[in-house]
């Protein structure tokens, strides 16, 4: 059996809290990405994005965030 944690309010959404001896153990902080998927529709798998995946999902964020970013600041108002 894992460890058995509750989702946390954060504003309009939930949060899950990782404890930080989890994540020394898988390796990753703060400024990690995480790829979070499901394979059967009832548990999450987190895992860290490799480094060429990073590389080019932030070079699309901010693509993305360049070419709308006065329809994303209305959106956050």
Do not use: Q
């Amino acid at each position: 059996m894992g460890i058995i944690k509750k989702l946390t309010k954060h504003g309009n959404s939930y949060s899950l809290i990782i404890d930080k001896a989890i994540l020394e153990l898988i390796g990753i902080d703060k400024t990690t990405f995480l790829e979070i998927s499901t394979s059967d529709g009832e548990s999450l798998l987190l895992k860290p994005l490799e480094e060429e995946e990073e590389k080019k999902f932030t070079k699309s964020l901010k693509t993305v965030n360049r070419k709308y970013s006065k329809a994303l600041k209305r959106l956050a108002k």
